[in-house]
């Protein structure tokens, strides 16, 4: 740990005048809400029928207004934009192509991934071998990956970052105005005209909007008067769509059993809450960024996002392991939502941050490495094939579970029947063909 935070020291003082410090708090503080958030309101609860998962917002629907604030996921992808715009101007200074540049964002990506997901197929596995997989064990084994759908897009978001740029280049504010827009013709197709399977189409068009959003970041076009009206606006736009019309759920993160997810897939709800969201974090930027030159601030900053992704991958892993002791222990537990719940929040969270410290401490090696890939180019065709292939076996393990690995359990992903198995293959395949691409021509 000591040596860790001399790094994050030395790391600090070595920042360069003109680094946006404000970007690399928006990527820590992002994930560290969608943490405390899943601590927060999942729910592990023994019922006559079983173990199931629940969540808190379900006996608590005064509570959804607070995943206003909660749902920070576009704040992530918005950030990604920032990050994306200046790594595409940065391998084209050097004279790189469209396959360094993914293979290397993609590389630094799976590494703590793979790790992730090697632990927990063993462990799936084990349990489905040894006739263990009931309880939370199961639970754990097929809702633990369930978050990876988030790498799975941004794998996909970022394999289309340099075409995206080079549109934002020639159209600026129009780009993401025609994604927004799709993602409405989206929405009107699927609940007007009852066309279900369309809705997928939006974890592009929202997500890429948002994506887009960094780049006019990168690019000072967000100034404080277009940002105070993306939040007005967005937020008009939110209550009207969820509050006054009630076409959408109030809620931004997915409820058991409710009819409709504003986040699976992206709705327009969903969209509208990224752009006042976005607005609000650009109003922020100047009094932040001022805290920011805080040595000691800007010094746990870069610590924490040394270790961001491993701290989100195995986050989950602390919540189950918490709730297993608690289950196997029958130790009483408050009824969820009650007073003394919420009581008891603060205790639990400090004590799912010392077993996920834990956790990190163990795997953040493979966060930390920086193993160089292969370079020398590669066909920019093969290297967009093999993202591709990353981002849809990353999406069939979150979609499908490791629950049932060996009885070959599968679901219908884009009307291709999908298990985990094939998930993992498919991974893997992609990630050797973008580190050994170039060696084929």
Sequence with gaps: MNQQST??????????????????????????????????????EVRPGGVRVGNVLAEAPAAHYLTWLLQVMPLFFFVGGFAHATGVRSVAARGGGYADFVRARVDRLLRPTAVFLAVWTVLAVGLELTGHQDGVGRIASRTIVQPLWFIGVYLGVMALAPLMYRWHVRHGAAVPVVLFAAAVGVDAARFGLGLDALGALNLAFVWLAVHQLGFRYADGALTRRVAAVMAVAGLLCVLALTVVTGL??????????????????????????????????????????????????????????????????????????????????????PATGSGGWWLSRPLWIVLLALVTAALVSLFRGAEGLRRAAVTGGGAASLAGLAAAGTCLGILGIALTG???????????????????????????????????GALLR
């Design 7 to 44: 790094s994050a020291a030395s790391l600090a003082a070595a920042t360069p005048t003109d680094r946006d410090r404000y970007v690399d708090f928006l990527r820590v503080f992002s994930i560290g809400v969608v943490v405390l958030g899943h601590w927060l309101m999942a729910v592990v």
């Design 248 to 333: 959408y759920p109030v809620s931004m993160v997915g409820l058991p059993g409710a009819r409709v997810s504003n986040m699976s897939p992206p709705t327009v709800a969903l969209a509208a809450h990224a752009v006042w969201l976005v607005g609000l974090a650009v109003l922020l930027r100047a009094p932040m960024s001022r805290w920011l030159q805080d040595r000691r601030v800007w010094t746990v900053v870069v610590g924490a996002n040394g270790v961001v992704m491993t701290t989100f991958l195995w986050h989950l892993t602390a919540l189950f392991a918490g709730h297993a002791v608690l289950v196997a222990g029958d130790l009483p537990v």
């Design 402 to 436: 490791l629950d049932g690995v060996l009885a070959g359990r599968s679901i219908t992903m884009f009307a291709i029947p999908m298990t985990a198995t094939g998930g993992l293959a498919l991974t893997a395949t992609g990630w050797l063909l973008l580190r050994y």
